[in-house]
């Protein structure tokens, strides 16, 4: 039987906003693998950037990618994986083998987080309505990403680019709950929002 693939966020509306300040749009079918290890093991550090094509970022906070994955660091032993659709399953694989015989989890989780990328000029002004940290730091920049909220959600936020240009990463159960919220909160500077 074929697998059924389906966004947590199909079906939702799709009012158009021609004056839109705040562009929302679902990242159906990235893959999201966690990564847990010790960055200071230099046989775990290099088996995984062999794989992933980039060195994984040393810090809390910051971000990295080569020509593969995104690589996000959420903690000192924790590293959240992100690539292409339908590259989830061969890179863990990869990174399992790699890793194999060393000190080291990696586990496919793309089936429990949704993807959105929130980007346009009034972005920033719309996530800071509902994210405690302080996102118009120069210290929280492109390459940055934090583990935080939207509202009363939980979520991993990375900005991508100055633009700005932010991508999210909240549950799937909550993958509606965070759209809706940002359409809502987003009202007074126009969403436009995408879905494929």
């Not at 949704?114 to 492109?142: M, N, Q, T, W, Y």
């Not at 100055?162 to 999210?168: S, W």
Request: glycine residues 12%; hydrophobic residues 45%.
């Amino acid at each position: 039987m074929p697998e059924l693939r389906r966004s947590p966020l199909a079906g939702l509306e799709r009012p158009a906003d021609r004056d839109a300040g705040v562009t929302l749009e679902d990242r159906p079918f990235l893959g999201k693998i966690s990564l847990r290890g010790d960055p200071n093991d230099t046989a775990f550090a290099a088996a995984a950037a062999a794989v992933l094509g980039a060195e994984l970022p040393g810090a809390v906070g910051q971000a990295a990618s080569g020509d593969g994955p995104v690589i996000l660091c959420l903690g000192p032993d924790e590293w959240l994986v992100v690539t292409a659709p339908g590259q989830a399953a061969p890179v863990t694989a990869a990174l399992g083998d790699a890793l194999a015989d060393l000190d080291a989890a990696v586990i496919d989780v793309s089936s429990g987080w949704a993807a959105l990328r929130l980007a346009g000029p009034r972005a920033r002004d719309l996530l800071v309505k509902g994210c405690p940290i302080d996102l118009e730091s120069p210290a929280f920049g492109p390459g940055r990403c934090a583990e935080t909220r939207i509202g009363a959600i939980h979520a991993i936020i990375h900005q991508v680019a100055a633009d700005p240009v932010y991508d999210l990463y909240v549950g799937r159960s909550l993958g509606r709950a965070a759209w809706e919220w940002l359409v809502d909160a987003g009202s007074e500077f126009g969403v436009r929002q995408r879905r494929p």
